[in-house]
Nanobody
Framework: QVQLVESGGGLVQPGGSLSLSCAAS????????MGWYRQAPGKQRELVAT???????NYADSVKGRFTISRDNAKNTVYLQMNSLKPEDTAVYYC??????????WGKGTLVTVSS
């Protein structure tokens, strides 16, 4: 059983930065694609960024150039560095571990609020 625990959310002013972390339990962390998703109030969950086992990254257009996803396989952790934050980045951010057959694992989420 895999557990994903996010941390690092909070309140930040527009233009500010936050760094999210997701610590994963379980073995073979390094072989799985990891990702960050977010869900804003009243909206569907959407992809933010993913990083494959080889380190290839993919970003939503809305965060390109502002967010950076990375992973540390020795620590079983994936990170999301968020810069130049905007009010529309306000959402609950979820960590995801991609598994075959749609049997992904999800964390419980961490709230990011961008407001002055």
């Amino acid at each position: 059983q895999v557990q994903l625990v996010e941390s690092g959310g909070g309140l930040v002013q527009p233009g500010g930065s936050l760094s999210l972390s997701c610590a994963a339990s379980g073995i073979f962390f390094s072989i799985y694609t990891m990702g960050w998703y977010r869900q804003a109030p009243g909206k569907q969950r959407e992809l933010v960024a993913t990083v494959t086992n080889s380190g290839s990254t993919n970003y939503a257009d809305s965060v390109k150039g502002r967010f950076t996803i990375s992973r540390d396989n020795a620590k079983n952790t994936v990170y999301l560095q968020m810069n130049s934050l905007k009010p529309e980045d306000t959402a609950v951010y979820y960590c995801n571990q991609k598994r075959s057959g749609g049997k992904d694992y999800w964390g419980k989420g961490t709230l990011v609020t961008v407001s002055s």
